[in-house]
């Protein structure tokens, strides 16, 4: 069960990364949330979302 969650949160933070850089912000902005995805594995898509995605 640990490993299907485990491999859910990769695959969630994959996906999110890749809209982040498909998306028009500057480049400082697409660095800063992808490190805030990558350090905060199960907050940070959430944050994007709710925060970051315009």
């Known amino acids: 069960m640990g490993s299907i969650l485990y491999i859910a949160v990769i695959v969630i933070d994959v996906i999110v990364v890749l809209d982040i850089l498909r998306g ?3 480049n400082e ?19 994007y979302y709710v925060i970051g995605k315009k």
């Open 29 to 47: 902005k697409k660095l800063l949330w992808i490190l805030a995805v990558i350090f905060l594995p199960i907050l940070g898509p959430i944050l």
């Open 24 to 26: 028009n912000k500057d």
